[in-house]
């Protein structure tokens, strides 16, 4: 995952330009979509984690809900294995389904399908949110705090991220686009911001680190939320 320090926040130069005469174009406020990467096969987990349940629908619904409710748009869902099988717990939301051949290859596959939906729904698109199907603790609040911070430092990445790694969910400016089309098999998200981390603003969430790949990591979340929701009133913290 990469890593980076706060205090290296300086800007580059041939990005910079490109990134400020969009800014100079009058592309504000930001109108901004979001991009749910859910087209995994869940080998490890022995079922589709997409669908595992989690306070009441699946992950998968809960992560579109959650777009959805940010007032993202539009909100796209790249789906991949198990397609038929995943598509219709999605099919009664006002969301996108953009299908993704090659899932096998990786998320790298994956962020350029919905870059290219998107493209193809909103060519004059600011910004996307990614997010994973996987991210149960992922609120609308966390979501807000992404644009907030995009909005007062007008930087072209704004990452989540607990200590000194990040990750998604990850704001881009459009201007990072075409790096995110460039994509391919394993490289996800992280390896772009790899080469930009001088540039992000990391907002703090630390479930950004837990996994969600086994069984076992399956039990622990839901030990989590029930601790979460026991000790602190209205929820958990990160709602």
Known sequence: MPRMMVSTLVWGTSFD?????????????????????AAGASTRMGRPKQLLPFHGCSLLVRAAQTAIASGCHPSIVVLGAEIDRIRGDVETLPVQVAENPDWETGMGSSIRIGIQALMASDPDIEAAILLLCDRPFVSVRLIDRLVAAYRSTERPIVASGYNDTIGVPALFHRTLFPELLS???????????GRYLTQIVPIEFPEEAIDLDTPEDYRKILDLDRYQRTNFAGGTPTK
């Open 17 to 37: 330009d490109r990134f400020m005469r969009s800014r100079a174009n009058g592309m504000n406020p930001p109108n901004i979509a979001a991009i749910i990467l």
């Open 183 to 193: 994509l391919s098999g394993v490289h996800g998200a992280k390896s772009l911001m």
